[in-house]
Nanobody, 121 residues
Framework: QVQLVESGGGLVQAGGSLRLSCAAS????????MGWFRQAPEKEREFVAA????????LYEDSVKGRFTISRDNAKNTVDLQMNNLKTEDTAVYYC??????????????WGQGTQVTVSS
C-alpha cells in the first residue's frame, strides 16, 4: 500500500521560505514520477511541480517558476519542494503525489494527506 507523508508546512511571512518534504513507503520509489499539487480555499487542486523517476526531467507551473525547486532522493524515498519568495497567493494545502501520467499534463495517482502552507502579508 502506497503511503505518502508530507511535512514542513507552516506559517511564514511573504518573501519567506519553506521546505516541504514527502516521505514515501509501500512502493518502489525510483519507479515513480512524483509531483506536488496544492489546493487553496474554494479552489480546485492544481499542479505545482513534477520530477521524473531519475530527476532528469522537471516541470513547474508557471507561477512558481524561479521560486520553487523540486528535488528527490531515491535512496531515502523522499521528494522535497523548496519554496522561496513566498507570496500570499501561495497559501494552500500542499499535497505530494505519485504521477500516473506526465503528458500532456501531470496527473496524480496516489495522494498524501497534505500539509498547510499559510503566507501572511
Amino acid at each position: 500500500q502506497v503511503q505518502l507523508v508530507e511535512s514542513g508546512g507552516g506559517l511564514v511571512q511573504a518573501g519567506g521560505s519553506l521546505r516541504l518534504s514527502c516521505a514515501a513507503s509501500g512502493l518502489t520509489f525510483s519507479s515513480y514520477n512524483m509531483g506536488w499539487f496544492r489546493q487553496a480555499p474554494e479552489k480546485e487542486r492544481e499542479f505545482v511541480a513534477a520530477i521524473s523517476r531519475s530527476g532528469d526531467n522537471i516541470l513547474y507551473e508557471d507561477s512558481v517558476k524561479g521560486r520553487f525547486t523540486i528535488s528527490r532522493d531515491n535512496a531515502k524515498n523522499t521528494v522535497d519542494l523548496q519554496m522561496n519568495n513566498l507570496k500570499t497567493e501561495d497559501t494552500a494545502v500542499y499535497y505530494c503525489a505519485t504521477l500516473r501520467v506526465w503528458i500532456p499534463a501531470p496527473a496524480a495517482e496516489s495522494w498524501g494527506q497534505g500539509t498547510q502552507v499559510t503566507v501572511s502579508s
